[in-house]
């Protein structure tokens, strides 16, 4: 039994559940409630609640700025040790252990009930730290791509499926 591999899965999961939008939120706006912030859709100019407790949620409850701030904690906090794990274990998949379980602990932390954000940032962090430029590259392209089809919402849908692309390509698997 790998030991390090077990380690590695908790903190991903636990450091993962942090929800650093709940955070700031106390931080900066005691008062704010995260799950009652509404925004208006584009599409209808209907209102409704934003869905996950995240960066999104953060941006619409607290404004941009303590957004930007939230997505760049929860990126932070999959990047670096994803970065780290790949540096003194390159033989070893801990960082994608920690990676999954960061996100997953995310999407369902267990210290605010298993009701957490949607896991983009974490992802990205993790993408961040395992394949920057097809990072770069896929969110470049798959943004072009949404603009020229006048659909930028798409944009996110894109990046995905290009990464996988990209892998394939670059690592010939």
Known sequence: MDITLI???IAGYFIGSISFAR?????VNPAADLNQARMKKAETGEEG???GIGASTA???LGKKYGGIVASLDIIKAFIPVLL???FFPDQVYHLVYSILCILGHNYPIYYRFEGGRGLSPMLGSLLAVEPLGLIVCMLLGTLIAILINQPHTSLILWFPL???WGWFVNNN
Do not use: G, N
């Open 23 to 27: 955070v700031v939120a106390r931080a």
């Open 59 to 61: 941006s619409v409850a």
């Open 49 to 51: 609640t934003v869905s």
């Open 7 to 9: 380690l590695v899965a």
């Open 85 to 87: 794990l790949r540096l």
């Open 163 to 165: 990464l996988a692309l």
